[in-house]
């Protein structure tokens, strides 16, 4: 399928966007589709950038943050966030089970399987959630500043997830694993 919303090469860009696509350019080694795309409005790509480069700052870790946004994209079904993530997260040094893992909201981590928990109720229930769940992050070592950070990461993953699903970005990273093709005996619910 062809994209929905135009894939702009940094020549195609309007001026601010060109800058923004250089910044990308340089953090990344390429441009990948996703701020192609975005490009389309340079107030999207700057706030896109801005938030995430903010939350790679934060307290909370990078692997506890790519498998939130592993959960959010499969919960919002977004072929290419998926793509990107199991990519990211196999670079932190997650296994394949454990991405498997953390797309279905587990993981053999406790920490990791209390934060994925936390994260999917605030995605269902748009923050919405009980008193138990919020202490059981608590209970499981998280800081006040790292709840937030785990709000954000479902936020910024949600944003990410219906910009892709909407534009039906084409993929430019190795397609993630099909979860319902899994046979590997991880326990991920196979």
């Not at 795309?37 to 307290?59: C, D, H, I, T």
């Amino acid at each position: 399928m062809e994209n929905r919303i135009q894939l702009l090469n940094q020549n195609e860009a309007s001026e601010q966007s060109q800058e923004l696509l250089n910044q990308v350019q340089q953090r990344y080694g390429s441009i990948p589709n996703v701020f192609k795309m975005m490009a389309n409005s340079p107030a999207v790509l700057r706030s896109y950038l801005s938030f995430s480069e903010a939350l790679s700052q934060g307290k909370l870790e990078s692997a506890l943050q790519e498998r939130i946004a592993l959960l959010i994209s499969q919960e919002n079904d977004c072929e290419y966030c998926l793509s990107v993530h199991s990519f990211i997260a196999k670079s932190l040094g997650l296994s394949e089970e454990e991405i498997l893992r953390a797309r279905r909201g587990k993981s053999e981590n406790q920490q990791a399987q209390t934060v994925l928990q936390f994260a999917k109720s605030v995605f269902v229930y748009s923050g919405e959630v009980q008193d138990e769940e919020l202490e059981a992050v608590r209970k499981a070592g998280l800081s006040e500043e790292e709840i937030l950070e785990i709000i954000a990461a479902v936020s910024l993953t949600n944003l990410t997830n219906s910009l892709n699903n909407v534009a039906k970005t084409k993929l430019d990273f190795p397609k993630a694993k099909d979860i319902s093709d899994c046979g590997c005996g991880c326990g991920c619910g196979c």
